[in-house]
C-alpha cells in the first residue's frame, strides 16, 4: 500500500515538473502535457484502488467462515462492560470491550464484522451447530469447555465475586450462611459452577441474563449471586445497595474466545489479541467500555426487540 501511494506521488510530481518545463511553449503542448500526467494520475489511482480491493479479497480468502466477507460472532448483551447497549440520541448502539476486540480482529482479517446477540447460554450451543464463527462474551476457558471448543489465549484477566446485599452485610460471613437460601448465577455461566461448588445446600437460581440477578437481588427474591468481578463492580457503581462480600477462588482466571475445534481462525485472532494486550490498546478499549458502562442512565442489558430498539417491560 505504501509502495503504491508512493508510485502515485511520484506520477503527480512528474505530471507537475512537466507542465512547470512547458510553460515556456504554446499552450497547446501544455495543456496536453497536463492531459496527460493527469490520465497517468487517473490509472495510478485506479491501480492502486485495484489493488487494495485485491488485497482485501485474498486476505480474506485465507479464512474460513460461515459467511464469505463476514465474521459472525455470538455475544450476550447484558454483561458490561464486556458487552452491553449504550443509548446514543434513542438509539441503541452495541458497545463494550469485546465488541472493540472483535470489530478489530474482523479489521485484521479484511472481514466485515456481524454481531448475533444470544443469551449466554446460547452461544457456545450456535457455535458447535456452526451458526457462528467466534463466541465472544467474556468466556472462560474451563476445562470442560475446553474439550468442546478450542479457545483463544487470554485476553482479559479478571476474577469472580460473590455479590449480596450491603444492608446484609454484617449478616453474611461465609458461605454456609446460606444454606436452603435462594443463590443466583448465570444459566451455562462458569458461576453456575461455582455456586454448585461453593454453596451446594443453597437453593440454587439460575438465571438467563445477569441483568435478571440484579433486578431478583434488588428486590430481596435472592440472597447472594456469583457474577464475574468486572461485571459486579460494574452493577455496583448503578446499584449502590448492592456490594461485592468477598472474591472467589477459581483456577481458570480470565477471559478467551472462544472457536470451533480446528478452527483456521485462531492464529489470527491470537495474533489480535497479542498486539492490543502489548500496545496498550486493550486498556483503552476497557476504560472506553467503562465509561460508557457508567453513564446508567443510556445503559441497556438484554435483548432488542424485534424493531431493534430497547424491550419494553
Known amino acids: ?80 462492560p464486556y458487552e452491553f447497549y449504550h443509548i446514543n440520541n434513542g438509539n441503541p448502539e452495541l458497545v463494550g470491550f469485546d465488541i472493540a476486540l472483535a470489530q478489530k480482529i474482523a479489521d485484521e482479517m479484511g472481514l466485515e464484522l456481524q454481531v448475533v ?104 427474591k435472592l440472597e447472594g449471586a456469583f457474577i464475574e468481578k468486572a461485571v459486579a463492580e460494574q452493577y455496583i457503581k448503578n446499584y449502590p445497595e448492592l456490594q461485592i462480600a468477598w472474591d472467589v477462588e477459581y483456577d481458570t482466571e480470565g477471559s478467551a474466545i472462544a472457536l470451533k475445534k480446528g478452527s483456521d481462525l485462531a492464529p489470527v485472532v491470537n495474533k489480535v489479541i497479542s498486539e492490543v494486550l502489548a500496545d496498550g490498546t486493550m486498556d483503552e478499549y476497557i476504560a472506553t467500555a467503562q465509561e460508557l458502562a457508567s453513564d446508567s442512565e443510556n445503559v441497556y442489558e438484554g435483548q432488542l426487540d424485534a424493531n431493534g430498539q430497547v424491550a419494553s417491560n
Not at 493527469?38 to 490509472?43: G, P, Q, S, W, Y
Not at 482485501?56 to 450476550?76: D, Q, R, V
Open 1 to 80: 500500500m505504501k509502495k503504491t501511494f508512493s508510485v502515485l506521488m511520484a506520477t503527480v510530481l512528474a505530471a507537475a515538473t512537466l507542465a512547470a518545463c512547458g510553460s515556456s511553449k504554446a499552450p497547446e503542448t501544455a495543456a496536453a502535457t497536463t492531459a496527460q500526467g493527469a490520465e497517468a494520475t487517473t490509472e495510478a489511482a485506479s491501480e492502486a484502488a485495484k489493488d487494495t480491493t485485491e488485497a482485501a479479497t485474498e486476505a480474506a480468502a485465507e479464512f474460513t467462515t460461515i459467511t464469505p466477507g463476514k465474521l459472525t460472532i455470538g455475544t450476550s448483551p447484558d454483561f458490561a
Open 117 to 220: 446477540p444470544i443469551d449466554f447460554d446460547g452461544i457456545l450451543m450456535e457455535l458447535q451447530n456452526g451458526n457462528i464463527d467466534l463466541g465472544i462474551s467474556g468466556f472462560s476457558p474451563s476445562p470442560e469447555r475446553a474439550q468442546t471448543f478450542d479457545f483463544s489465549d487470554i485476553y482479559y484477566s479478571g476474577g469472580q465475586a460473590f455479590v449480596i446485599r450491603k444492608a446484609d452485610s454484617d449478616k453474611y460471613k461465609d458461605y454456609s450462611a446460606f444454606d436452603k437460601l435462594p443463590v443466583g448465577a448465570q444459566t451455562g455461566s462458569i458461576q453456575m459452577g461455582l455456586a454448585e461448588k461453593n454453596t451446594p445446600n443453597a437453593n440454587i437460581i439460575g438465571l438467563a441474563k445477569v441483568t435478571d440477578i440484579i433486578s431478583e437481588m434488588v428486590s430481596g
